[in-house]
C-alpha cells in the first residue's frame, strides 16, 4: 500500500472519529440536561416539603399561616412579633414561587409541569393575608416575575382558566 492511501485511510479514520466525538459529546449534554431537570425539580419539592413540613408541625406556624392568611394583619395585635412571623411566612411561598419561574424560564421545567405547578400561586396570593402582603412587598422580587404573579392574580380574580401561563 502506497502512502498516498494510507494518509487517505488515516484521514478517513480522524474524521469518523471527530464525528463520533461529536456525536458523544451531544449525548452527554442531553443526558446532562435531563439530570440537571431532574436535580432541580427535587431541590425545588425538597424546599416545598420543607416549608410545608415547617407550618405542618408547629402549631404557632400553622395558626399563624391560616389565621393571617383568611384576615390578614387585622387578626394580630398591632407591632406584635405575630405580624412580623406571618410576614415571613407569607414571603416563603412567593420565594420558592419566584426560584421555580426562574428554573422555567432557563428550561428546567417543562410547560406542563410548571403549569401544575403554578396553578395554586394565585390561589394562595388572593386571600386577604398574602394579598396584602404580596401588594405591600412584590417590590423586592425580579419585575418580569412581578409581572407573571399579578398577571396571574388578574387572571384568576377575572375568572380566567389555570391553564394559561
Known sequence: MNTSKLNEWLTITANLGVIAGIVFLAIEVQQNTEIMQAQ?????????????MNIGTSEFASDLYFKGREEGVLAFEVDSAEINAFNFIAHANPRIWEN??????????????????????????????????????????????????????????????????
Open 40 to 52: 432541580t425539580q427535587d431541590s425545588i419539592t425538597e424546599k416545598q416539603m420543607d416549608w410545608y
Open 100 to 165: 421555580e419561574w426562574y428554573q422555567y424560564k432557563k428550561q428546567l421545567f417543562e410547560d406542563d409541569e410548571f403549569l401544575a405547578r403554578n396553578r395554586i400561586w394565585p390561589v394562595l396570593l388572593s386571600s386577604p393575608g398574602f394579598r396584602a402582603v404580596w401588594d405591600s412587598q412584590k417590590g423586592i422580587y425580579a419585575p418580569d416575575f412581578r409581572e407573571y404573579l399579578d398577571a396571574k392574580l388578574e387572571g384568576y380574580l377575572s375568572g380566567n382558566s389555570f391553564e394559561s401561563l
